[in-house]
């Protein structure tokens, strides 16, 4: 099946730049989300990208999305503390399943003081 | 935006006891809803699809019997775990797509499920 991997944690100091980066296998995905899960949550919908566009910038959040490579990271510019969360990388394609969504492990975000 | 709303938000119960989670669009309908389950520090397993008006369809090696879905509404699905047991014991979380056509999901909060 289709696999979208990303890297299970992430640790970054209280200001810096967080950048969480996801690779997945169907080139024919026509979206790619990030949600984020803080503990106990459901999953938010930070921002997603159509798969013809590169880079997508929405205050904090950038998403560069390299269709060759099959390569998607969300940066975080400033990173809080409220950021601490769970970073989930997804993918739509028509081969997807039944929610139309393929879904990475999650990356765990660290913040440390 | 589209909210989904999960209640309750956590349950404890006594094993051998069947519990209800309801999961509703408040802004919108939706013909179709998925339910998933979250194991600690790991993704999402999708459980099943809630179809409104008809039967679930249930992924492979989710046993049908066990997780009862019931989409009666445009905007109300619920899922009954019968007879829980402590293995029963997760995170149960449901989605609902919204008309963006982007074909984003939109989660709820989830519910904690602890049999004991």
């Known amino acids: 099946g289709e696999d979208v991997e990303q890297s299970l944690f992430l640790s970054v100091r209280e200001g810096d730049s967080s950048v969480i980066n996801c690779t997945y296998t169907d080139s024919s995905s026509t979206y790619l989300y990030w949600y984020k899960q803080e503990p106990g949550a459901g999953l938010q919908l930070l921002t997603y990208i159509f798969s013809n566009m590169d880079m997508k910038q929405d205050q904090r959040l950038t998403v560069l999305l390299n269709k060759k490579d099959k390569h998607l990271s969300l940066r975080i510019a400033d990173t809080q503390t409220g950021d601490s969360a769970i970073y989930f990388c997804a993918e739509s394609y028509s081969g997807g399943g039944a929610d139309g969504l393929t879904f990475g492990k999650g990356t765990h975000l660290i913040i440390q003081p | 935006g589209a909210v989904v709303s999960q209640h309750p938000s956590w349950v404890i119960c006594k094993s051998g006891t069947s519990v209800k989670i309801e999961c509703r669009s408040l802004?919108?309908?939706?013909?179709?809803m998925f339910w998933y389950r979250q194991f600690p520090k790991q993704s999402l397993m999708l459980m099943a699809t809630s179809n409104e008006g008809s039967k679930a369809t249930y992924e492979q090696g989710v046993e049908k019997d066990k997780f009862l879905i019931n989409h009666a509404s445009l905007t109300l699905s619920t899922l009954t775990v019968t007879s829980a047991h402590p293995e029963d014991s997760s995170f149960y979380i449901c989605?609902?797509?919204?008309?963006?056509?982007?074909?984003?999901?939109?989660f709820g909060a989830g519910s904690r499920l602890t049999v004991l």
């Open positions: 989605s609902a797509r919204d008309h963006s056509g982007a074909n984003v999901l939109t």
């Open positions: 802004d919108f309908q939706a013909t179709t």
